[in-house]
């Protein structure tokens, strides 16, 4: 089928979007845990049971690893209140605090598996599935966050 632009014209409107991105976009810093084990250096050691035949356990830590990156962020006009707790003080609110990020690949690559996002020294977990964002191909992804308390 034919094309009503040529790919260098493509091209040309391509740069401008990631133009756009490069404009408008902040920082925004993705948090991923990643446990590390250590076993023990003993040859008898059986990872059937995750120990060696002098008893000593696998330890592990886990480290949170902060990597930055840039996104364009969009926090909902409509920002509801809702009661925390019923049964106690009933002057404790809570925004639902919902924000919409774009971000291009090698950030989403990071989020996919991040724990947590900070946005404007806020705390969000990811609320929804990644929507690829492009006029000609997946140049960049929308994602929904949405408050940690």
Not at 17 to 31: E, G, K, P
Not at 108 to 125: A, F, G, M, N, T
Request: aromatic share 10%; glycine share 4%; hydrophobic share 35%.
């Amino acid at each position: 089928m034919a094309s009503l632009l040529t790919s260098a014209q493509k091209k040309t409107l391509q740069n401008v979007f990631t133009n756009v991105h490069d404009t408008f976009a902040r920082d925004i810093h993705v948090f991923v845990e990643k446990r590390i084990t250590t076993r023990p250096s003993v040859t008898s050691y059986n990872p059937l049971y995750g120990k060696s035949k002098d008893t000593s356990q696998v330890s592990g830590k886990t480290v949170l690893t902060k990597f930055t990156f840039k996104a364009r962020i969009f926090h909902e006009n409509d920002q509801g209140e809702n009661v925390l707790d019923g049964n106690g003080q009933l002057n404790l609110k809570s925004s639902d605090g919902r924000v919409r990020i774009k971000v291009d690949e090698n950030a989403y690559e990071k989020i996919k598996i991040c724990s947590r996002i900070e946005v404007d020294d806020i705390l969000y977990v990811v609320d929804s599935d990644a929507k690829s964002v492009g006029p000609f191909s997946a140049t960049f992804f929308m994602l929904y966050l949405k408050r940690e308390n």
